[in-house]
């Protein structure tokens, strides 16, 4: 497996500037049109905001498809390291892509499945307000985090037969978040497997619209 420039697809809206930035992150070794058809349901909905997806940088020996972080000889021990060593990297096309299309980080969601839910997932936990959210399908951390994110909010979504990452991962995840105050939700399909499901993303895109942050709240109690 070698590391690669990033490449992928992008879907902007036409004649203007995108208000919002949704980045796309695929699973193990598929690839950015893996997730076109997630791209389209949420430009369905939000049609003025543009839509990244980015090919993983580790390419695979065949040359179809790519990781997030090498995944050779992966374990338990050895994933968190690598995953730090890939972040920059990633960090730098979120930014890039941010200043590119002048969209701020808090209108910025990433939305990942599988290793690209963990990379989201450890994004935030390595930069805070670097997006205004993640959100996660089939996903869990590396590590669970010590502190919460302050400004970003969290929503994990996951199959409860998912036999590749068990949605234990995704109720230990929101219980650690949930105990150190952060913004966070747990959506479960009962039915589903190790996929992005469509009830998962109608939950995803209820999210979207009708969750309010905890920060947010909390700020208008203190103006109170």
Known sequence: MTE??????ELLPPLKHPRQLFVLLHGAGATASDLLPLAQQLRAVYPD???????GSFALANGEGGDWFPTRDLTEE?????????????????RQAQDRLNVLPSDTALVGFSQGGMMALEFCAAHDGGA??????????????????ELTTVHLLHGEQDK?????????????LTALQGDVTLDLALSVGHEVAS??????????????????????LDGA
């Not at 050895?78 to 990297?89: C, K, L, S, V």
């Not at 205004?132 to 994110?149: Q, T």
């Not at 590749?164 to 650690?176: D, G, K, S």
């Open 199 to 220: 009830v998962l993303i109608e939950r995803a895109i209820y999210r979207l619209q009708t969750c309010v942050p905890l920060r947010s709240w909390k700020r208008a």
């Open 164 to 176: 590749v990452i068990p949605v234990e991962h995704a109720h230990a995840a929101y219980a650690t």
């Open 78 to 94: 050895n994933r968190p390291g690598r995953i730090a060593e890939a972040m920059p990297t990633f960090h730098a096309l979120v």
């Open 49 to 55: 905001a543009g839509y990244l997806i980015p090919q």
């Open 132 to 149: 205004g959210r993640v959100l996660a399908f089939s996903a869990r951390y590396a590590v669970l985090p010590e502190r919460a994110p």
């Open 4 to 9: 690669t420039a990033y490449c992928g697809i």
